[in-house]
């Protein structure tokens, strides 16, 4: 089945500098890739998502890059705020499970 | 509306009690899944259902049992639990189940099991 790596697992970052989480898939097959933000006591919140006949995406502060041939996708969140502090988890959709997630911190 | 809805926001119950956790959508949407997640863990998949049915059981012990009774609810019935299914619940639903839609996730189903 699809396996999806996810790194890093925890990320700190001052407020208004940039943050890149990267993600690797196995299967080639695999069209979507969503990027979700997990606040504490909340359910998972798309945040972006990228298709296969797609590079790149923004929107606003948040972007996400894909690499077909290499496998792997980002998530680039510019100019972080202290309320993007959450844990950010990607998926490469043939499958219907997630990366082990970001803890992502913005210190003020 | 772009909803889900999860009740109760938390549940303790004993390990021979029987409970049930509702989800409720009124997006349109054919698919609905339900998740597992511990603490500090990624949403494990647990079952998916496309068009009433079930189509995905990630091999979930049968103290889990599913329930669709139509395509706006989604239910899991829980009997028997043991400490280690504490977690959160999630619920989702999707246009269609083949993994190409985006997921739209409920809050969650805080349990306890004592």
């Known amino acids: 089945g699809e396996n999806v790596e996810q790194h890093p697992s925890t990320l700190s970052v001052q407020e208004g500098d940039s943050a890149v989480i990267k993600c690797t898939y196995s299967?080639?097959?695999?069209?979507?890739f969503p990027w979700y933000k997990q606040e504490l006591g909340k359910g998972p919140q798309l945040i972006i998502d990228i298709r296969s006949n797609v590079g790149e995406k923004k929107d606003q502060r948040i972007a996400v890059t894909l690499n077909k041939t290499a496998k792997h996708f980002s998530l680039h969140i510019t100019e972080t705020q202290p309320e993007d502090s959450a844990v950010y988890f990607c998926?490469?959709?043939?499958?219907?499970?997630f990366g082990k997630g970001t803890s992502l911190l913005v210190t003020p | 509306d772009t909803e889900v809805t999860q009740t109760p926001k938390h549940l303790v119950m004993g390990m021979t009690n029987k409970k049930s956790l509702k989800c409720e959508q009124h997006?349109?949407?054919?698919?609905m899944y339900w998740y597992k997640q511990k603490a500090k863990k990624p949403p494990e998949l647990m079952f998916v259902y496309s068009y009433e049915k079930l189509s995905i059981n990630e091999s979930v012990p049968s103290r889990f049992s599913p329930e669709c009774p139509n395509s706006s609810l989604l239910n899991l019935h829980l009997h028997a639990l043991q400490p280690e299914d504490s977690a959160l619940y999630l619920c989702?639903?999707?246009?269609?189940?083949?993994?190409?839609?985006?997921?739209?996730f409920g809050p969650g189903t805080r349990l306890t099991v004592t």
């Open positions: 997006m349109g949407h054919r698919a």
């Open positions: 299967d080639s097959a695999s069209n979507y």
């Open positions: 989702a639903s999707s246009q269609v189940a083949d993994g190409s839609y985006e997921q739209y």
């Open positions: 998926a490469a959709r043939i499958a219907l499970n």
